[in-house]
């Protein structure tokens, strides 16, 4: 087993230089699985000029394998640090994906929390493969808007290998792809307490609340990730 991208895990944000244009990702136990079979995902992750370790699995497995302490570092971390940066610099910060509704609620708490931020948004068409035309406008759109920070927000893998592939043509200097921190942000989803942040149980509220859409990550990712890393201990390439 290899932790993809091992040696660009950051798990303290103010070490970031968030000067030069590079990409922020983040990696859970999930995303790794899927990324084992999915080629293009995996490659979209160790292009990340960051990789966030966003999940008690992906500490567990560095402790394990490598012999290092990383702490856990969310995206709605990520996102909160960068918005502070922002606000400090009067930066620009842009976000695409979601609908339109939940980018109404950012926007408006945006200009509440951090009024030093110009800031701007797009809901794209809601569809499993955007066509041409649709990403000519994504990137029209984020390009005349020349965004100091451009959040991606349409789930992972989708979220991933869209900035992979889209990149190089957008104007930004740091782009992070954020998922689920649209939600919470925005309020549409309430993230679990800090108790359960804490205690390494996040994920317990949220699979009750969303059983359907979450089950596969719990009771199919994280066994298999658990596995990934005993095979490497007992020496087992997988």
């Known amino acids: 087993m290899i932790i993809m991208g091992y040696e660009i895990f950051v798990d303290k944000l103010d070490t970031i230089d968030i000067s030069d244009k590079q990409v922020i990702n983040t990696i859970n136990p999930h995303s790794y699985i899927t990324a084992k079979s999915d080629i293009y995902f995996q ?14 699995g992906m500490v567990l497995a560095t402790k394990v ?17 960068l918005l502070s940066k922002m606000e400090q610099e009067g930066g620009r910060v842009f976000y695409m994906g979601s ?13 509440k929390e951090y009024p030093n931020i110009i800031v ?14 649709d990403n000519q406008l994504i990137i029209k759109k984020i390009n005349k808007f020349k965004p100091n920070v451009l959040f991606i927000g349409m789930t992972a893998p989708k ?11 957008l104007d930004f200097t740091i782009a992070s792809s954020i998922g689920a921190v649209f939600d919470f942000y925005a309020g ?16 317990l509220p949220r699979l009750l609340k969303e059983p359907r859409r979450l089950w596969k990550r719990n009771f199919v990712s994280t066994p298999l990730f658990l596995l990934d890393i005993l095979f490497y201990k007992i020496g087992i390439k997988k």
Do not use: C
Request: aromatic share 12%.
């Open 159 to 169: 979220q991933e290998k869209w900035l992979y592939e889209h990149k190089d043509v």
């Open 120 to 133: 701007d948004s797009y809901s794209p068409p809601f569809k499993a493969e955007f066509s041409i035309s």
């Open 188 to 203: 549409t989803i309430i993230r679990p307490s800090q108790f359960w942040i804490d205690m390494h149980l996040e994920w």
């Open 43 to 56: 490659e979209a992750l160790n292009s990340s000029d960051i990789l966030i370790p966003d999940g008690s």
């Open 65 to 81: 394998i490598y012999k290092k302490k990383l702490k856990k570092v969310a995206g709605a971390d990520l996102h909160r640090f």
């Open 99 to 111: 609908s339109q509704g939940t980018l109404d609620k950012i926007q408006k708490r945006i200009k």
